[in-house]
């Protein structure tokens, strides 16, 4: 994928496109260091990180846009970004789509909870009406300044109203312009693939992989099998990092130097290599005159 525009077409190729959960600019910049070909700004990560809260619906849409902004100055790969229920009604949604998209989102994922909403794999969600969020997905299709910006419609009524009513508002949510479709917290690989089963290919269809949640943990190579054509890991990354940081406070409470933890870690040196400080420093360089 050569820019940002193409993430449209390559949803439509193999492999499955793969999409860590960011939640800043360093986060992002390091998964596309890694290789990947798009990168997942996840709310729930926002929520844990900027405020050290649940997935609750705490986290504001200019929070959201903040981080946002932040994140494509700093990388070229298309973002997917968590939109929660579009931070209100149908104009609420046409407002989030406006300002995400000159933030840089290249996919915004719209979901069907009442508000506030919460994670997907906590329990005691409820969702809207399907009507209203059929509207909601025509609003957002509407505002959007160019139709490379995709709208995923994500349900939730799985665990409200039983699987066969969560396809059937995906058929509604497709119908009304829905980029993609995300069923949320299917409870098995049988699951699953009866998503698709019932779906189809023709639409791209998303799959939430989160350690520990609802959904088993399968492989991306086994969901492009199943017929997946997009996966998110949204909330690992967190995960790993709340645990790092665990151990270094316990290890420097416990020592008061960090000196066992130093394999764990980059030093001064290493951060800043990884950084690009040097080149950075060099580049400013180029810009200084000698004129008085």
């Known amino acids: 994928m050569s820019e940002p525009a193409n ?10 496109v793969v999409a860590p959960g960011v939640y800043d600019a360093l ?3 390091l998964a596309e260091s890694a ?42 790969l298309p973002i997917v970004v968590d939109a929660d229920t579009g ?5 609420n949604v046409q407002r989030t789509v406006r300002v995400f998209e000159r933030a840089g989102a290249n996919a915004l994922q719209l979901e069907d909870q009442t508000f506030p909403k919460r994670c997907g794999h906590l329990t005691d969600k409820g969702v809207i009406p399907a009507k209203e969020m059929v509207g909601k997905i ?9 139709d490379q910006t995709l709208i995923i419609a994500r349900t939730d009524a799985v665990a409200v109203e039983g699987f066969e009513r969560a396809i059937e508002r995906a058929h509604l949510y497709a ?17 699953l693939a009866r998503v698709v089963a019932a779906c189809g290919t023709t639409i791209p269809l998303m799959a939430n992989m ?17 017929g997946f054509a997009f996966v998110i890991f949204p909330g690992g990354i967190v995960r790993a990092i709340a645990k790092a940081a665990q151990d270094f406070y316990a290890c420097l409470h416990r020592d008061g130097t960090t000196d066992a933890y130093r394999e764990h870690m980059f030093d ?15 580049r400013g360089k180029t810009y200084e005159s000698d004129a008085q």
């Not at 931070?87 to 104009?91: D, S, T, V, W």
């Not at 025509?138 to 160019?146: F, L, P």
């Open 7 to 16: 993430f449209r077409s390559r949803l439509h190729r193999k492999p499955i």
């Open 27 to 29: 986060t992002a910049s």
């Open 35 to 76: 290789g990947f070909e798009a990168a997942y700004l996840s709310g729930a990560a926002i929520a844990y990180t900027k405020l050290g809260r649940p997935d609750i619906g705490l986290v504001s849409m200019a929070e959201v846009a903040d981080t946002l902004a932040h994140i494509r100055e700093r990388v070229s």
């Open 87 to 91: 931070f209100g009604n149908a104009l």
């Open 138 to 146: 025509r609003a957002a299709t509407d505002a959007r300044a160019t």
């Open 175 to 191: 119908e009304a312009g829905a980029d993609m479709l995300f069923i949320e917290a299917p409870k098995t690989r049988e699951e």
């Open 210 to 226: 989160v350690e520990g949640g609802v959904t088993p943990i399968v492989p991306a190579h086994d969901l492009e099998a199943i």
């Open 268 to 282: 001064f040196r290493g951060i800043n290599e990884l950084l690009g400080t040097e080149a950075m420093l060099a």
